[in-house]
């Protein structure tokens, strides 16, 4: 089975930053992509940041600017760097990776337990 560990939240003052890290384990095969999703208390889930196998990154226009995604792909490991931190960031991150499980096998979409993330003075 796969396993998506995800590390790294906290508290953090405004303006402050945060390195989120998920790293996925199990028999992989292939990842084809690695994204970081948050849900702020009451809202709906929202996609934050996404990074393809070849490197290509996509980020939600509230964060562009201020977070960076990347990946170690040895590791199957994905990080979300945080600078630049509002209160309106707070809220749970979670790790969503599209894993190919053998070379005959279709993607399968897998979550972490999510981290929380707190903005605050």
């Known amino acids: 089975q796969v396993q998506l560990v995800e590390s790294g939240g906290g508290l953090v003052q405004p303006g402050g930053s945060l390195r989120l890290s998920c790293a996925a384990s199990?028999?992989?095969?292939?990842?084809?992509?690695m994204r970081w999703y948050r849900q702020a208390l009451g809202k709906q889930r929202e996609l934050v940041a996404s990074?393809?196998?070849?490197?290509?990154?996509n980020y939600a226009d509230s964060v562009k600017g201020r977070f960076t995604i990347s990946s170690d792909n040895a590791k199957n490991t994905v990080y979300l760097q945080m600078n630049s931190l509002k209160p309106e960031d707070t809220g749970v991150y979670y790790c969503?990776?599209?894993?190919?499980?053998?070379?005959?096998?279709?993607?399968?979409?897998?979550w972490g337990q999510g981290t929380q993330v707190t903005v605050s003075s």
């Open positions: 969503n990776a599209i894993i190919v499980l053998s070379r005959a096998s279709v993607s399968w979409s897998y």
């Open positions: 199990g028999s992989i095969f292939s990842i084809n992509a």
């Open positions: 990074i393809t196998s070849d490197g290509t990154t």
